[in-house]
């Protein structure tokens, strides 16, 4: 029984490290379209600077979405407000932070 109770409580330590963070909305600037794929893809940078709170402000600062993601026809030049949500892997795992945008409509 004390072999299992140490067991849990390991694992509770290990997985304790895992952090995310989802912000309510975060406005990006179109830098370009990226066409150099079959995919085409918006070049998103930030306006402005990372909301409090984020797990990692510099990986937010330039990410990719594609256009159907973006509701209201923006174009490259335009704004658009994004749901943004960073997690971080456990301490066995990728302990990297991970950015996904998602959600997007024109401002």
Request: glycine letters at 10%; proline letters at 3%.
């Amino acid at each position: 029984m004390r072999k299992l109770t140490a067991v849990m409580v390991g694992c509770l330590v290990l997985t304790g490290c895992a952090a995310s963070w989802q912000g309510d909305e975060v406005r990006y600037r179109i830098k370009a379209v990226d066409n150099s794929t079959p995919t085409e893809y918006f070049e998103l940078e930030l306006a402005g600077s990372a909301p409090k709170g984020a797990l990692d402000a510099a990986d937010m600062a330039r990410e990719f979405v594609q256009p159907s993601d973006v509701s209201g026809g923006a174009a490259a030049g335009d704004e658009v407000l994004c749901l943004v949500e960073q997690k971080k892997g456990s301490a066995i795992g990728d302990s990297h932070v991970v950015t996904r945008v998602k959600s997007c409509k024109k401002a």
